[in-house]
């Protein structure tokens, strides 16, 4: 019997390490104890942002500042990409000890009751991080080779010459620059003409030009019928009526929760594991976190819903994420989008009085070396002058979110932001301004 069992390896280990370090008897189920830490480490965020970082570095290497241009070895970034995977895997196992570490796949049978192949294990306890699975649409033959998701990008040992990306979500994005800026020929295909949805319209028009200036092509709106690996390539049927081949298609259409650790009625399941706003499932002391509740798929969301959660179990009386607050980002080449809080088209769609200032960065000489002509910042206050949000289209855009956030975490308003005094030169004036202005 244990306080709490933890399903999921990802970052819901990192609720089972704090509970564990409080004394709690702890069990933490996984189904491959060397996928410790989740998607985000092995599959997703942090291979990926490597593979972008190193791609920067090729796209960078095309000026003509550089007598030639570099090329990304991709058997050597396989290479260190592995070995920086396991030598991190090792620490988080290592920041396990102190809890009981099961393999296999966890499902929840009855209240309180976990079964792992032929095991059973009880809590009182149970928290839920499953995360979620890429998404294949209907019509499209997955074969790992030449039909891939974003995890066998991660894996491969030689740059395609040419590939399709289908799908316009931050996967889509980040994958198509990442291909683009490498030295790839790039086929973008989304089913919307828009590509950031919801975002600030000029920032979607102005991310539009940068990747065709990165060497992409737009397929939007289009969707795909059907995609069948060929002798000839991937043979691509669209809805129009239209055919291509393609050397290799990455399918970027999503990802879909993974709920199939419940087995038992008292849970409600719908798009996710249908939770309230403290991710307590409809059988009390049983939670879902991360990606398998649907509500926000990003590891840094992940990562709180598990403390929080644990914080509460262990009567710390958190109080509720505001889910509002988390930084949302795609990470593109060479301007990232980010936003946090509400944005205009969240704004004008529930009718809140707001004001904004949009601040262009062709206005810093910064922005000309930085490839960034192109980008902007947007900030939002209520009819009381208090920070409701903000949208960036700029290098980083990930990191400069964060003064946003913490403006909304700290409830300031204008008049208060604008007393930080930002450096010079950085991207980070242009938030100022915003600011200033408001």
Known sequence: MYDIIYIGGGLNYAGAVVAAKNGKKVALIENDLNQLGGVCLHKGCIPSKMFLHHANTVFESRNDVFDSPLKLNMQTLFDKKDKLLKNVTKVVQKQCEGIDLIEGKGVVVSPHTVKVGENTYEAEYIVMGTGSSPFIPEGIEYDGKTVITSNDVLNLTKLPEKIAVYGTGAIGLEMASFFA??????????RHDVLLKGAYPEMDNALKGVLQKLGVTLMTPQSIK???????????????????YFEMLLVATGRRPNTDVVACEEIAVGKGIETDIWFETTLPKHYAVGDCNGKLQLAHAARAEALNVTEQILGQSPRALNLEHVVKFIHTLPMSYAYVGKRKSDLEKAGIAYREKRVPLNQFTYSVYNHASKGMMVSYVDSEGFIMGGEILAPNAEELIAAVGMALAGEMDAAQAKRVIFAHPTFSEALERTFYRL
């Open 226 to 244: 059907s995609a069948k690996p060929t002798k000839r390539g991937v043979h691509t049927l669209f809805e129009d009526g239209s055919e291509k």
């Open 181 to 190: 800026a490498a030295g790839s020929e790039v086929t973008l295909i989304g």
